[in-house]
């Protein structure tokens, strides 16, 4: 558990340099603003494409084998990138976060690692404990790129983007240490129940909405924030001190959010998570200071990891042992592909109504994640597994 957290860290640094630099390189090379953000969304489809493949990879061959995999696409998004910098080449770039989105999708994987090799009444802590390796990450990425972005004139970032590339290799390194079990023949034979069968579960259901708004909000509000800061005329160190500080407050709260979850239940720590959500866009409305984007992106932070760790949660209740790597990758499937409608769409709002277009539009998937929650707790009845 103490190496998959490490690589939490190192590999979540490679997604934050992605956050960090990915509009405003975009804003360079986009041969139409309004593409500025397009970098960052092809990020996100790369998550969802990759999800479901990197299930088959883990389910046929071990997570192990699919960690290692994800590890070489973490390697190929910094030395693409870097290319993309001396070409000048958008698509080239759009290219590269493809691979970073790959990588990032097995990442996320990982907290379903841990809690697999955990009792079930540990399941929960031991999901957070890797999750909070993040907060490493949310050092790590934004000060990478403060340090090296000007390293290799005229060429801005290629030096950031090949450190990238270093660190995915130091995490391949440590993955190979990785002890997991293997697939067994035993459940291999024993499929489980359908898969239609399963996602129709109510508490799946509200699992995979809530986890659905809590990332997509966040990479919504995440993806366009750097970039309105930008248009605002607040420096680029600003941007990534903001950018570090939301990433530490992502992560930060899996000390503890496991605990939670054990004690209070986890459709209440997704609740709370919506409303910290909520709180960040309210935050984002009142000003366009440097104190304002930072406190949006540090509540945006805390708001995600309770919602999006809680639902995690709520997921390990809907699969049996036979099921889960199916059921999993599909949730992520789920919420990744929301995410990218999301992505696309903040990009383009940002540049065509403003930053507080963006904010309000936050309130209408809260809404029905709370509607999803409210409904899903009086048929609680329906979401035990035997």
């Given at each position: 558990?103490?190496?998959?957290?490490?690589?939490?860290?190192?590999?979540?640094?490679?997604?934050?340099?992605?956050?960090?630099?990915?509009?405003?390189?975009?804003?360079?090379?986009?041969?139409?603003?309004?593409?500025?953000?397009?970098?960052?969304?092809?990020?996100?489809?790369?998550?969802?494409?990759?999800?479901?493949?990197?299930?088959?990879?883990?389910?046929?061959?071990?997570?192990?084998?699919?960690?290692?995999?994800?590890?070489?696409?973490?390697?190929?998004?910094?030395?693409?990138?870097?290319?993309?910098?001396?070409?000048g080449s958008f698509w080239l770039f759009c290219l590269a976060t493809f691979f970073g989105g790959a990588y990032a999708a097995v990442v996320l994987s990982f907290r379903f690692a841990a809690a697999d090799c955990a009792p079930p009444e540990r399941r929960a802590r031991a999901l957070s404990a890797v999750m909070a390796g993040g907060v490493f990450a949310g050092v790590i990425?934004?000060?990478?790129?403060?340090?090296?972005?000007?390293?290799?004139?005229?060429?801005?970032?290629?030096?950031?983007?090949?450190?990238?590339?270093?660190?995915?290799?130091?995490?391949?390194?440590?993955?190979?240490?990785?002890?997991?079990?293997?697939?067994?023949?035993?459940?291999?034979?024993?499929?489980?129940?359908?898969?239609?069968?399963?996602?129709?579960?109510?508490?799946?259901?509200?699992?995979?909405?809530?986890?659905?708004?809590?990332?997509?909000?966040?990479?919504?509000?995440?993806?366009?924030?750097?970039?309105?800061?930008?248009?605002?005329?607040?420096?680029?160190?600003?941007?990534?001190?903001?950018?570090?500080?939301?990433?530490?407050?992502?992560?930060?709260?899996?000390?503890?959010?496991?605990?939670?979850?054990?004690?209070?239940?986890?459709?209440?720590?997704?609740?709370?998570?919506?409303?910290?959500?909520?709180?960040?866009?309210?935050?984002?409305?009142?000003?366009?200071?440097?104190?304002?984007?930072?406190?949006?992106?540090?509540?945006?932070?805390?708001?995600?990891?309770?919602?999006?760790?809680?639902?995690?949660?709520?997921?390990?209740?809907?699969?049996?042992?036979?099921?889960?790597?199916?059921?999993?990758?599909?949730?992520?499937?789920?919420?990744?592909?929301?995410?990218?409608?999301?992505?696309?769409?903040?990009?383009?709002?940002?540049?065509?109504?403003?930053?507080?277009?963006?904010?309000?539009?936050?309130?209408?998937?809260?809404?029905?994640?709370?509607?999803?929650?409210?409904?899903?707790?009086?048929?609680?009845?329906?979401?035990?597994?035997?």
């Open positions: 558990m103490l190496r998959l957290a490490v690589v939490q860290a190192l590999a979540g640094a490679n997604a934050t340099v992605v956050y960090a630099t990915g509009a405003i390189v975009g804003n360079m090379l986009a041969p139409d603003k309004a593409l500025a953000t397009l970098p960052i969304s092809i990020f996100v489809v790369g998550m969802a494409a990759c999800t479901l493949p990197a299930g088959v990879i883990a389910q046929r061959h071990g997570r192990r084998a699919a960690f290692l995999t994800g590890a070489g696409c973490g390697v190929l998004v910094g030395l693409l990138a870097a290319l993309a910098m001396v070409l990425g934004p000060q990478l790129v403060t340090f090296t972005m000007n390293l290799w004139p005229p060429h801005m970032f290629a030096a950031t983007f090949l450190a990238q590339a270093a660190v995915a290799v130091v995490s391949a390194f440590i993955l190979i240490g990785v002890r997991l079990p293997t697939p067994s023949a035993a459940t291999g034979a024993v499929r489980g129940r359908p898969l239609g069968l399963i996602v129709r579960q109510p508490r799946f259901v509200t699992a995979v909405v809530c986890g659905v708004v809590s990332y997509l909000l966040m990479n919504f509000l995440m993806t366009a924030a750097p970039l309105a800061m930008h248009m605002c005329g607040l420096s680029q160190e600003s941007s990534n001190l903001g950018l570090q500080w939301h990433v530490i407050a992502m992560y930060g709260p899996s000390f503890f959010t496991g605990r939670l979850i054990t004690r209070f239940g986890a459709t209440k720590v997704v609740l709370t998570g919506l409303a910290l959500i909520a709180a960040s866009a309210s935050v984002g409305l009142t000003g366009l200071d440097v104190a304002h984007f930072w406190l949006t992106l540090i509540l945006l932070g805390i708001g995600w990891n309770f919602g999006f760790v809680g639902a995690s949660a709520m997921v390990l209740e809907c699969h049996r042992p036979e099921e889960r790597a199916r059921v999993q990758s599909f949730n992520d499937f789920a919420v990744f592909g929301t995410m990218a409608f999301g992505s696309f769409l903040s990009g383009g709002l940002l540049n065509a109504y403003g930053w507080n277009t963006v904010l309000w539009l936050s309130f209408v998937p809260l809404g029905l994640a709370i509607i999803a929650l409210t409904v899903n707790s009086k048929f609680r009845n329906t979401q035990a597994v035997s």
